[in-house]
Protein backbone atom coordinates (compact mmCIF):
# COMPACT_ATOMS: atom_id res chain seq x y z
CA UNK A 1 0.00 0.00 0.00
CA UNK A 2 1.33 3.52 -1.08
CA UNK A 3 2.70 5.40 1.56
CA UNK A 4 2.17 9.26 2.65
CA UNK A 5 3.31 11.27 -0.30
CA UNK A 6 3.98 14.73 -0.50
CA UNK A 7 4.96 17.07 -3.10
CA UNK A 8 7.24 18.64 -4.29
CA UNK A 9 10.59 17.37 -2.47
CA UNK A 10 12.17 20.83 -2.89
CA UNK A 11 11.65 24.11 -3.69
CA UNK A 12 13.32 27.18 -3.42
CA UNK A 13 11.29 30.73 -3.25
CA UNK A 14 12.36 33.80 -2.80
CA UNK A 15 11.42 36.27 -0.05
CA UNK A 16 7.93 37.99 0.24
CA UNK A 17 6.94 34.54 -2.83
CA UNK A 18 4.44 32.66 -1.83
CA UNK A 19 4.14 28.40 -1.82
CA UNK A 20 1.65 25.66 -1.88
CA UNK A 21 2.96 22.06 -0.58
CA UNK A 22 1.01 18.72 -1.55
CA UNK A 23 0.19 15.84 0.88
CA UNK A 24 -1.40 13.04 -0.27
CA UNK A 25 -2.10 10.36 3.04
CA UNK A 26 -2.39 6.62 3.06
CA UNK A 27 -5.38 5.94 1.49
CA UNK A 28 -8.60 5.14 3.82
CA UNK A 29 -6.76 8.33 6.31
CA UNK A 30 -8.76 10.67 6.51
CA UNK A 31 -6.94 12.82 8.61
CA UNK A 32 -3.73 14.97 7.77
CA UNK A 33 -1.39 16.66 10.43
CA UNK A 34 1.52 19.00 8.99
CA UNK A 35 4.70 19.64 11.23
CA UNK A 36 7.59 21.86 10.17
CA UNK A 37 10.95 20.92 10.97
CA UNK A 38 14.17 22.76 11.46
CA UNK A 39 17.43 22.63 13.48
CA UNK A 40 16.67 24.83 15.97
CA UNK A 41 13.05 24.12 16.89
CA UNK A 42 12.81 20.45 15.99
CA UNK A 43 9.14 19.42 15.00
CA UNK A 44 6.67 22.35 15.51
CA UNK A 45 3.22 21.08 15.15
CA UNK A 46 1.41 23.51 12.18
CA UNK A 47 -2.32 21.84 11.65
CA UNK A 48 -4.00 19.07 11.61
CA UNK A 49 -7.15 18.59 9.17
CA UNK A 50 -9.92 15.30 9.52
CA UNK A 51 -12.96 15.16 7.11
CA UNK A 52 -11.80 18.63 5.47
CA UNK A 53 -12.22 20.60 8.54
CA UNK A 54 -9.33 21.88 10.41
CA UNK A 55 -9.51 20.93 13.81
CA UNK A 56 -5.99 21.95 15.36
CA UNK A 57 -3.48 24.86 15.20
CA UNK A 58 -0.11 25.45 16.36
CA UNK A 59 1.35 28.76 16.87
CA UNK A 60 2.06 29.84 13.65
CA UNK A 61 1.47 33.24 12.37
CA UNK A 62 -1.64 33.27 9.55
CA UNK A 63 0.87 33.59 6.67
CA UNK A 64 0.86 29.43 7.29
CA UNK A 65 -2.51 28.15 5.95
CA UNK A 66 -3.84 24.59 5.00
CA UNK A 67 -6.71 23.34 3.28
CA UNK A 68 -8.01 19.79 3.00
CA UNK A 69 -9.73 18.16 0.02
CA UNK A 70 -12.59 15.31 0.05
CA UNK A 71 -10.11 12.86 -0.75
CA UNK A 72 -8.16 13.68 2.01
CA UNK A 73 -5.52 15.28 0.40
CA UNK A 74 -4.23 18.03 1.56
CA UNK A 75 -2.40 21.29 0.79
CA UNK A 76 -0.85 23.86 2.82
CA UNK A 77 0.22 27.39 2.03
CA UNK A 78 2.84 29.89 3.06
CA UNK A 79 2.51 33.43 1.99
CA UNK A 80 4.64 36.76 2.33
CA UNK A 81 7.57 33.61 2.56
CA UNK A 82 10.47 34.84 5.02
CA UNK A 83 13.98 33.43 5.44
CA UNK A 84 12.85 31.95 8.82
CA UNK A 85 10.50 29.79 6.49
CA UNK A 86 13.16 27.34 4.89
CA UNK A 87 12.35 24.20 6.77
CA UNK A 88 11.48 20.30 6.25
CA UNK A 89 7.79 20.21 5.71
CA UNK A 90 6.48 17.01 7.18
CA UNK A 91 2.76 15.50 6.78
CA UNK A 92 1.77 13.39 8.25
CA UNK A 93 -1.94 11.13 8.27
CA UNK A 94 -4.01 8.96 11.06
CA UNK A 95 -7.01 6.78 10.29
CA UNK A 96 -9.28 8.62 12.22
CA UNK A 97 -7.26 11.42 13.22
CA UNK A 98 -5.74 12.25 17.09
CA UNK A 99 -2.05 10.65 17.60
CA UNK A 100 -2.36 7.10 17.28
CA UNK A 101 -0.32 5.80 14.20
CA UNK A 102 1.14 8.51 12.52
CA UNK A 103 2.77 7.57 8.99
CA UNK A 104 5.30 10.83 7.68
CA UNK A 105 5.71 11.66 4.30
CA UNK A 106 8.90 12.01 3.34
CA UNK A 107 9.25 15.50 3.26
CA UNK A 108 9.12 18.97 1.33
CA UNK A 109 12.36 20.84 1.78
CA UNK A 110 11.83 24.62 1.07
CA UNK A 111 14.44 27.35 1.01
CA UNK A 112 13.82 30.57 0.93
CA UNK A 113 16.48 33.27 -0.42
CA UNK B 1 0.96 23.08 26.93
CA UNK B 2 2.59 19.87 27.01
CA UNK B 3 6.87 20.14 26.82
CA UNK B 4 8.71 17.30 26.25
CA UNK B 5 12.43 17.14 26.80
CA UNK B 6 15.29 14.70 25.25
CA UNK B 7 18.71 13.64 26.17
CA UNK B 8 21.13 13.56 25.28
CA UNK B 9 21.20 15.31 21.57
CA UNK B 10 23.97 13.39 20.71
CA UNK B 11 25.12 10.38 21.86
CA UNK B 12 27.94 7.87 19.99
CA UNK B 13 27.98 3.89 20.81
CA UNK B 14 30.31 0.94 19.64
CA UNK B 15 28.33 -1.57 17.69
CA UNK B 16 27.15 -4.05 19.56
CA UNK B 17 26.94 -1.57 22.87
CA UNK B 18 23.50 -0.74 24.22
CA UNK B 19 21.95 2.87 23.81
CA UNK B 20 19.44 4.83 25.73
CA UNK B 21 17.87 7.95 25.35
CA UNK B 22 15.54 9.50 27.64
CA UNK B 23 12.55 11.72 27.61
CA UNK B 24 10.90 13.70 30.23
CA UNK B 25 6.93 15.36 29.66
CA UNK B 26 5.31 17.81 31.67
CA UNK B 27 1.50 17.08 31.17
CA UNK B 28 -0.05 14.50 33.23
CA UNK B 29 -2.73 13.71 31.10
CA UNK B 30 -0.41 12.87 28.19
CA UNK B 31 -1.37 8.92 27.42
CA UNK B 32 0.64 7.80 24.70
CA UNK B 33 4.62 7.93 24.23
CA UNK B 34 5.50 7.16 20.42
CA UNK B 35 9.31 6.81 19.53
CA UNK B 36 10.37 7.73 15.88
CA UNK B 37 13.33 6.91 13.65
CA UNK B 38 14.68 9.69 11.20
CA UNK B 39 16.82 9.38 8.84
CA UNK B 40 18.71 11.13 5.86
CA UNK B 41 16.39 12.74 3.57
CA UNK B 42 13.08 10.68 4.95
CA UNK B 43 9.98 11.26 6.99
CA UNK B 44 10.22 10.34 10.81
CA UNK B 45 9.34 6.29 11.00
CA UNK B 46 7.57 5.00 13.83
CA UNK B 47 9.71 2.28 15.74
CA UNK B 48 7.86 1.60 18.96
CA UNK B 49 5.39 3.03 21.21
CA UNK B 50 3.81 2.59 24.79
CA UNK B 51 0.22 3.89 26.10
CA UNK B 52 0.11 5.14 29.81
CA UNK B 53 -1.60 1.57 30.90
CA UNK B 54 1.43 -0.24 30.02
CA UNK B 55 5.18 0.53 32.32
CA UNK B 56 8.03 -1.51 29.43
CA UNK B 57 7.07 -2.76 26.20
CA UNK B 58 9.93 -4.75 23.69
CA UNK B 59 10.15 -5.51 20.35
CA UNK B 60 13.52 -7.69 19.16
CA UNK B 61 15.94 -5.19 20.05
CA UNK B 62 14.59 -2.24 20.76
CA UNK B 63 12.20 -1.71 24.45
CA UNK B 64 10.46 1.30 25.43
CA UNK B 65 10.27 2.18 29.50
CA UNK B 66 7.60 4.62 30.96
CA UNK B 67 7.62 6.24 34.74
CA UNK B 68 4.12 7.69 34.93
CA UNK B 69 5.19 9.04 38.44
CA UNK B 70 8.20 10.60 36.96
CA UNK B 71 7.17 11.82 33.82
CA UNK B 72 9.58 10.32 32.07
CA UNK B 73 10.16 7.54 29.30
CA UNK B 74 13.18 5.98 27.93
CA UNK B 75 13.94 4.18 24.49
CA UNK B 76 16.61 1.27 24.91
CA UNK B 77 18.63 -0.11 21.72
CA UNK B 78 20.37 -3.46 22.62
CA UNK B 79 23.11 -4.87 20.47
CA UNK B 80 23.29 -1.82 18.09
CA UNK B 81 24.45 -2.10 14.38
CA UNK B 82 25.55 0.46 11.82
CA UNK B 83 21.78 0.63 10.80
CA UNK B 84 20.70 2.16 14.07
CA UNK B 85 22.66 5.38 13.01
CA UNK B 86 20.06 7.98 12.68
CA UNK B 87 18.16 10.67 14.63
CA UNK B 88 15.70 9.39 16.99
CA UNK B 89 12.62 11.61 18.19
CA UNK B 90 10.43 10.71 21.18
CA UNK B 91 6.95 12.17 21.71
CA UNK B 92 4.11 12.42 24.05
CA UNK B 93 0.05 13.20 23.20
CA UNK B 94 -1.07 16.92 24.20
CA UNK B 95 -4.78 17.86 23.76
CA UNK B 96 -5.12 21.61 21.92
CA UNK B 97 -8.83 22.89 21.17
CA UNK B 98 -10.10 19.49 22.11
CA UNK B 99 -7.95 17.70 19.90
CA UNK B 100 -5.11 15.66 20.42
CA UNK B 101 -1.55 16.01 19.08
CA UNK B 102 1.73 14.99 19.43
CA UNK B 103 4.46 17.04 20.82
CA UNK B 104 8.13 16.13 19.82
CA UNK B 105 11.20 15.85 21.95
CA UNK B 106 14.39 17.96 20.16
CA UNK B 107 15.93 14.49 19.14
CA UNK B 108 18.85 12.38 19.38
CA UNK B 109 21.34 12.21 17.01
CA UNK B 110 22.50 8.25 17.23
CA UNK B 111 25.59 6.89 15.64
CA UNK B 112 26.83 3.68 16.24
CA UNK B 113 30.74 2.97 15.83
CA UNK B 114 31.82 0.12 13.63
Known amino acids: KAGVTQTPRYLIKTRGQQVTLSCSPISGHRSVSWYQQTPGQGLQFLFE???????NKGNFPGRFSGRQFSNSRSEMNVSTLELGDSALYLC????????????FGSGTRLTVV | GENVEQHPSTLSVQEGDSAVIKCTYS??????FPWYKQELGKGPQLIID?????GEKKDQRIAVTLNKTAKHFSLHITETQPEDSAVYFCAATAVIQGAQKLVFGQGTRLTINP
Open chain 2, 50 to 54: IRSNV
Open chain 1, 92 to 103: ASTPRGGSYGYT
Open chain 1, 49 to 55: YFSETQR
Open chain 2, 27 to 32: DSASNY
